[in-house]
């Protein structure tokens, strides 16, 4: 008989500092059954958490998203349609090629004057004020305004949206997540048919009406899907990279005096906090095609898998001394972005938005310091990030920023004229 262990005995600590648990589970073997905390119940899966056998996982093909061959259902599928995360191929390799071209290296790196103008203003708002909720007040607004650009999400929705895929991807209730998804799919749907009519040019309408070069388009049911994967993972995870940066060089001083040394620092830091405390706990479920083996322990047909990104990337085995935070370490092969064909969509516009994020705030927030210990840490499983509230981090004082010459007026979205 295979001994289940639950992970909802270790409380509340578990969720502050998952990392103890999973090294002891690590030392015991790859690969272990637990029962994981949910907001209906529990789920019992098989959960990863040695980095080679989840890497390996990640790109293996027996191991499959669709719920729907092993005859489960979950509310995103129900309510809001097929996506790419829960998505095989054929259909996930075509789903992804219709929707890569916006998300193209080049494409990124056109965005980065606005990335940058978007920081800009909210160091604006946020210094003077010499105290404030970094998650509220910077952490959150930069990327959900990036990707709501970019699917066309009017400023006035935001604070709305963002309470719904919070829900959504953390939630605290099996009522709340149920209510958090109908709203989503509702809103979704109508901004789709608003961006029907958008002309050339306009994001939205250019996903819309994204054609392949058999003539294929997404569906409306497609396109729901789309959106909302962008929009969540678009802005969720980046929110969670740049807040447990932020914390990682203020609890690590050392580390901060030896980026505020050396600038050019700054990318490197962010893929060390990708490795040390990235923004995804968990992959998402996978399901065993056939009966196979991982590690050296057998899986049955059907069963759920859950990969462990942050258990995996803090496995001495490949990363030396993994728990020490080290912004010159090397931490290529870390999973925190995933591996294989499912590797996040929007890897680079994320380190992008944190690289800009970082040497901005750190640069204009010379006296950059906490204001007290972070907020509770996010509910759930796939998460790993603080809620805003209590997120405190104080600073002295900025130095003014000169402006540039001849600077021209800042051009503001669509959705704000």
Not at 2 to 20: C, K, N, S
Request: glycine letters at 10%; aromatic letters at 6%; proline letters at 8%.
């Amino acid at each position: 008989m295979t001994e289940v262990i639950d992970l909802g005995e270790y409380g509340a600590q578990f969720r502050r500092d998952p990392y103890p648990v999973y090294a002891r589970l690590r030392e015991r073997g790859p690969v272990h059954r637990v029962r994981m905390p949910a907001p209906d119940g529990h789920h019992l899966v098989w959960l990863v958490v040695g980095h080679a056998e989840a890497r390996a996982a990640l790109a293996d093909p027996r191991l499959s998203k669709d719920a729907g061959k092993f005859g489960r259902t979950f509310l995103d599928e129900q309510l809001i349609g097929t996506y790419l995360l829960v998505a095989d191929p054929p259909q996930h390799t075509r789903l992804r090629g219709l929707v890569s071209r916006a998300f193209t290296a080049r494409r990124v790196a056109g965005l980065r004057p606005r990335i940058q103008e978007i920081t800009d203003d909210l160091l604006d708002a946020m210094l003077p004020r010499g105290r404030a909720d970094l998650v509220e007040s910077f952490a959150y607004p930069l990327p959900i305004t990036v990707i709501c650009e970019l699917l066309g999400v009017p400023e006035m929705d935001r604070t709305a949206f963002r309470r719904m895929s919070t829900e959504a991807v953390a939630p605290t209730s099996a009522e709340s997540e149920y209510e958090a998804y109908v709203r989503l799919a509702a809103y979704l749907t109508e901004l789709i048919e608003d961006k029907r009519c958008a002309g050339p040019g306009d994001p939205p309408g250019d996903l819309i009406r994204t054609t392949g070069e058999d003539g294929d388009r997404l569906s409306p049911g497609e396109l729901r899907g789309m959106a909302f994967v962008l929009l969540i993972a678009g802005h969720e995870t980046t929110v969670n990279l740049i807040t447990n940066t932020v914390h990682a060089l203020l609890t690590h001083p050392e580390q901060l005096a030896a980026l505020r040394a050396d600038t050019s620092l700054t990318d490197a830091a962010v893929e060390e906090t990708l490795r040390y405390e990235g923004p995804v706990e968990n992959a998402t479920f996978r399901y065993a095609a056939e009966p196979l083996e991982i590690g050296g322990t057998a899986i049955g047909q059907g069963e759920p898998v859950l990969i462990g990104l942050a258990a995996a990337d803090r496995d001495p085995g490949h990363f030396p001394a993994p728990d020490r935070f080290d912004i010159r370490r090397d931490p290529r092969g870390h999973v925190a972005f995933g591996h294989g064909i499912h590797y996040c969509l929007g890897a680079t516009l994320a380190r992008v938005e944190a690289g800009t994020a970082i040497r901005s705030l750190l640069e204009r927030a010379p006296g950059l310091t906490l204001d007290g210990p972070p907020g509770e840490w996010l509910p759930g499983a796939l998460m790993r990030g603080v809620v805003s509230r209590g997120a405190m981090t104080g600073y002295r004082r900025p130095r003014p920023r000169p402006a540039p010459c001849g600077r021209r007026n800042r051009r503001r979205s669509a959705a704000s004229r």
